[in-house]
């Protein structure tokens, strides 16, 4: 018989828990500091490791969020240039890649920061071959796609983020146009986060390509996707973004 959760929800992957909390941030610039103090101040993790080549940025910031520690419960910070120092993790966040110049747009990043994580995702699982990949690094979509290709990962624990900015910049249009709080706004933009802003066999999507659909997160990443019913424009729109994306994954130097 079926059930609601059957009829709500696709089973990626069974949840597990395993109670680990380490979690390691790839690069040390706003965004990446920005995670690993949500992480901090939000409780996520008492136990933060950061990563960047920049050896003298990267003990300042070290040291800017241990002096902090006072106001955090049992935080423990951790830096270095080697990898090593991020084993076992249960999460990765990789924030880490080339600047955007200006006029440039997030796709013709793409194989500039193919090259760079290269040297970035293959060091993470080799020191921690269970964790969780979360990619921030633009163009993301693609970049997820090219972390999943060089970590060798099962899909459910390499994510991206996707249309997370962008779900919460519609849910801050809705509030103002309500007069309402953004918390009592409730709606996803789903697809690429981009220009034309998955998994494949979702929607009739058969590229192997990340594009951002609702989904329920646990310990082994991606468990579940939230079943939907979309428009014949929004389902074209949706294949539209697909089709981009795989002809751009075809084009890089892996």
Not at 126 to 139: A, E, R
Request: hydrophobic residues 40%; aromatic residues 6%.
């Amino acid at each position: 018989m079926t059930t609601i959760k059957d009829q709500l929800l696709t089973t990626v992957t069974e949840s597990v828990s395993t109670g680990r909390n380490k979690i390691t941030v790839v690069g040390v610039g706003q965004v990446g500091m920005a995670c690993a103090f949500s992480i901090l101040t939000n409780h996520v993790s008492s136990d933060v490791v950061l990563i960047d080549v920049m050896a003298d940025k990267l003990k300042g910031e070290m040291l800017d969020l241990q002096h902090g520690s006072s106001f955090m419960k049992n935080a423990k910070v951790s830096a270095s240039t080697d990898y090593a120092v991020s084993a076992n993790s249960s999460l990765c966040i990789v924030t880490a890649g080339a600047r955007q110049r200006e006029g440039e747009t997030r796709l013709d990043l793409v194989q500039r920061n193919t090259d760079i994580f290269k040297g970035i995702i293959p060091e993470l699982v080799k020191y921690s071959p269970n964790t969780i990949l979360l990619i921030v690094s633009n163009p993301v979509d693609i970049l997820t796609y090219v972390a999943w290709k060089l970590s060798g990962l099962p899909k459910n624990r390499v994510i991206g983020s996707g249309t997370n900015l962008d779900s919460a910049r519609f849910r801050f249009l809705l509030s103002q146009k309500l007069n309402v709080a953004p918390t009592s706004c409730h709606g996803w933009i789903i697809g690429e986060h981009g220009d034309t802003s998955v998994f494949s066999d979702h929607h009739g999507i058969k590229e192997e390509v990340f594009l951002s659909l609702p989904c329920t997160l646990g310990e082994d990443g991606v468990t579940h996707i939230v079943q939907q019913k979309l428009t014949d424009d929004e389902l074209a729109s949706l294949h539209t973004s697909s089709a981009m994306m795989q002809k751009v994954q075809e084009g890089l130097k892996f």
